[in-house]
């Protein structure tokens, strides 16, 4: 297992993109933190804005830290088969399981450093603005940020499987975008109208609206008239994230091993 | 040493290898042959367990998926340009070599050793064909391999690449390791070969050296030079030759040396040349897959044919 951990680890660290997509990553979500600083300098800051700031604008939607490292998860498994490596990667690596794990183990230990370094930068802009973080390690913030971690890294999982399924990059991107984006919000939508009222029941199991819940800081409160959507609680909705991801990741594994390289 | 048995592998209605059986022996370079689309790369993906289906293949008495570290047992090139295009041509063997537990100074010999260490570098997109097959062979002896398994190593080398290439696997070959490589260039293969495993539509045609495939699969002539050698021709065909006059000379088919030899002291037939034509490796291979070709062009036509531009011939 080391041996496939050597070689995973170099085959990241000799990507160029690894470090445009981790760079941008940063980049953009430590210029939410920048923004927000800028904006609200001369106002306290509230405990909504600070998990804006560190989640780097992930808590409305925008997970732009988990869509970067989703796009390594997918280069992971879809960059094999786009350049033909999977031929020299599997001659060198022939037993198919200890590769999965040693991508599963670098990518989602990359994403966990990188998720953890971009909390600590925005941390930083935080304090160098407002001088303080109120209620950083208290409930409902400290959940919020816990669950905002496991999101990315659920997120990346997403990613990983998909590129592994579809043996590309281009399907498993268009797929990732796709459904959190559009599928998603249009069903979300459509839920509304009292004619296809017999989607409100989905809306609780749609894969990435839950998985944006584990970061959410108050229950969503979508006004008055809308339908009960019968959520579920911040941890439940994670775990049909996680299902989720456990589905696309054990269908893609069980073709890997079954498929011809 | 390497041993292949019942390798079998189908895409749904087509059998792509059918069976096949044989054994690639150390010490001398193993050629496999066969027309396009007989299943030769197939059957090499089978052996390294890259693609599923049925038998069983042995290095050294061991089962590639079980090997630890194969890069050190195994060399392999299989694709023409395996590479990330924007992963330098160096660091695509540190990654290998990192899985394997080989140190970055063995790249470098490698790559030094295939001629390219001074674009060791540069990303292998802006590689020709030539420079890739180099460094595909350079990954292929990363480990420093006791066995070799090439699909087609000299595909857009240019000349002095071909004699390079074929210099270093008979230097590998007389060194011990088992060789086993794939070829379209029969002229090459005649050259580098000293066994052969043909096959057409996935099954076994040949399997043995390259003199018995040659000698199994075309017919040998005799050809007789002599200052009087006309009457000599009627002689010959009563004794079931079949007789061509080539050059002055006569080229006798269906009768061995000896008994041409003996014939013309018999008759009294002074000669200045009695000697054996031997067939080329493309002739026996001819031959021998006529039949097994699973994409067949159409001839090409000298006079009046529609492709051919005026004046020009095929």
């Known amino acids: 297992m080391l041996d496939a951990l050597r070689f995973e680890w170099t085959r990241l660290l000799t990507l160029r993109s690894t470090y445009w997509l981790i760079g941008m990553g940063l980049l953009v979500t430590t210029g939410v933190a920048v923004l927000l600083g800028v904006a609200g300098r001369n106002d306290p800051i509230s405990t909504e804005v600070l998990w804006i700031a560190l989640n780097g604008a992930a808590g409305f939607g925008l997970p732009f830290l988990a869509v970067f490292m989703a796009i390594i998860g997918i280069f992971a498994c879809g960059h094999e088969y786009r350049h033909g490596t999977i031929q020299p990667t599997l001659t060198s690596l022939p037993q198919r399981n200890r590769l999965i794990l040693a991508k599963l183990a670098v990518v989602l230990t990359t994403t966990l450093a990188v998720t953890i370094v971009q909390m600590a930068i925005n941390l930083g802009v935080v304090y160098v603005v407002w001088g303080e973080a109120p209620g950083l390690f208290e409930d409902p913030l400290g959940t919020a940020l816990i669950g905002y971690v496991l999101y990315v890294l659920l997120y990346v999982l997403v990613g990983f499987g998909l590129g592994l399924l579809f043996r590309g990059v281009p399907s498993a991107l268009v797929v990732i975008f796709l459904m959190p984006l559009i599928i998603e919000n249009m069903i979300f939508g459509l839920s509304n109208i009292p004619q296809l009222d017999w989607l409100v029941p989905v809306v609780k199991f749609l894969p990435f609206t839950d998985g944006a819940r584990l970061m959410e800081l108050a229950a969503p409160d979508f006004g008055p008239g809308a339908p009960d959507f019968d959520l579920f609680s911040r941890w439940a909705s994670g775990g049909v994230f996680a299902l989720f991801a456990a589905l696309i990741l054990s269908a893609a594994w069980i073709l890997f091993k079954k498929r011809d390289a | ?314």
């Open chain 2, 1 to 314: 040493m390497i041993t292949a048995k019942g390798l079998y592998k189908r895409y749904r209605k087509t059998v792509a290898v059918d069976h096949l059986s044989f054994d690639v022996r150390p010490g001398v370079v193993t050629g496999f042959l066969g027309p396009n689309g007989s299943g030769k790369s197939t059957t090499m993906r089978l052996m390294l367990g890259l693609d599923h289906g049925e038998g069983e293949t042995l290095f050294d008495g061991k089962r590639f998926g079980t090997i630890r570290r194969p890069i050190n047992e195994v060399g392999a090139l299989l694709e023409a340009k395996p590479f990330h295009p924007t992963r330098s041509a160096r660091n695509h063997l540190r990654m290998l070599a990192a899985g394997n537990r080989i140190p970055d100074r063995r790249v470098d010999e490698v790559m030094e050793f295939v001629g390219l260490g001074d674009v060791k570098r540069k990303k292998p997109k802006g590689y020709s064909l030539g420079m890739a097959q180099r460094l595909g062979l350079a990954q292929a002896l990363l480990g420093d391999p006791r066995i070799l398994l090439l699909d087609e190593p000299t595909n857009g080398l240019d000349p002095h690449g071909i004699h390079w290439m074929r210099d270093v696997l008979k230097t590998l070959a007389a060194e011990g390791r088992t060789i086993f490589v794939s070829s379209h260039l029969l002229s090459e293969m005649q050259l580098m070969a000293d066994e052969l495993v043909v096959i057409g539509r996935g099954t076994m045609i040949f399997n043995g050296d390259v003199d018995t495939f040659v000698r199994e699969f075309t017919q040998s002539q005799v050809v007789v030079r002599g200052p009087d050698t006309a009457g000599f021709t009627a002689a010959l065909e009563a004794e079931g030759g079949e007789v061509k006059a080539e050059d002055g000379a006569l080229v006798v088919s269906g009768l061995e040396i000896g008994k041409v030899g003996h014939l013309a002291f018999t008759t009294g037939v002074e000669l200045h040349e009695l000697s054996t034509r031997r067939a080329s490796l493309e002739e026996a291979f001819m031959s021998a897959t006529g039949a097994s070709e699973e994409f067949v062009a159409k001839e090409p036509v000298r006079a009046g044919g529609p492709a051919a531009p005026e004046g020009e011939a095929l």
